[in-house]
C-alpha cells in the first residue's frame, strides 16, 4: 500500500527537479548582467584619443559575443527542458497516481494520448521560454546601444568623467525579466516560478490523464492548499477535499504560481467523459 512517507517523497522529488532547474536556468542567464557589467568597466576606461573609437568597437563587439553566449545557453536550457525535462515531470506525475491507487507502474506507457498531451505542452512552454529569451536580448541590445553612445559622447567631448552607472542599470535591469504589467522581478524568482508552474502543471497533467487512461477514472480527487479556490488562489470555489471531473481537471492543473495542488484517483461509477480528452 502506498505509504504517506512515499506519497511526501514523490513531492519532494518535484521541487529538487524545480530547484536543479531553476539552479540551471539562473546560471545560464547570469551571463547577461555579467557582460552588462564588463562592457561598462570597459567603456569607463576608454580615454579621448586616437585609439578610443577602435576601443569603444571592440568592447561593443566583445558585449556581442557574450550576448551570443547567453543565447546559447539559455536556448540549450530551453530545448532540454521541453524535450526532456518536462516529459519527465509528466511521467513523475504519472506514476503518482499509480502509487496513490496502489497499482504497479509497469502498468503504464507512453500511449498516443499521454504523447500528445506532453508534446502541446512542451511546445507551449518552449515558446514562453524562448519569447522571454528574444526579449531580454532585445532589451541588452537597446542597454548596448545607450551605453556605446555614452561612451563615443564622452569621448567626443574631451570628458573623463566615470558613466552614471546607475542610471545605466536602473533604464536597463538585465539582471530582472519585465512582466506584462511593467513589474519587475529578478531573474531567480522569475525562474522559480515559472518553471514551477510548468513542471506541476505538467505532472498533474499526466497525474489526471493517468487516471482516466490506466485507472479508467472520470473523476479525481483535489488535494490543494488550504483555502487555495479552484480557478484562482482568490477563487470562491475552494479546491481541497473536492471531487472534480477529469475534464475541469485538465482544465485547472493548478490555480497560481508555487501551487501545491495534487489529484488523487476517485473511485465511483463511471460517468460519460466526452470530448474533455
Known sequence: MTTPTRRRTLRARLLDFIR????RLTAAWRILPGAQNTLLDTLD??????????????AQTAFQQRLADFDRAVAAFTERWAATDLPLAYREGAFGMLDRADRPRRSWSWTTRHQNAVT?????????????????LRRARAFMRAAVDAARTRVSRFE?????????????PLDTVIYANDARHPVASWAESTLSWQAVTT???????????QLGVTQVQVRDGSGCGWTSHRDPDAADGTIR????????????????REFLPH???????GAFL
Open 20 to 23: 536543479d532547474a531553476t539552479s
Open 45 to 58: 576606461r576608454i580615454r579621448p584619443g586616437r585609439s578610443a573609437s577602435a576601443a569603444i568597437r571592440a
Open 120 to 136: 502541446a505542452l512542451s511546445a507551449q512552454y518552449y515558446a514562453d521560454l524562448t519569447g522571454r529569451l528574444q526579449e531580454a
Open 160 to 172: 573623463v568623467a566615470q558613466f552614471d552607472r546607475d542610471t545605466l542599470r536602473a533604464e536597463h
Open 203 to 213: 505532472a498533474n497533467a499526466g497525474a489526471v490523464g493517468t487516471a482516466y487512461e
Open 245 to 260: 471531473d477529469i475534464g475541469d481537471a485538465l482544465a485547472h492543473p493548478v490555480a497560481h504560481a508555487r501551487c501545491v
Open 267 to 273: 473511485f465511483d461509477r463511471p460517468n460519460a467523459l
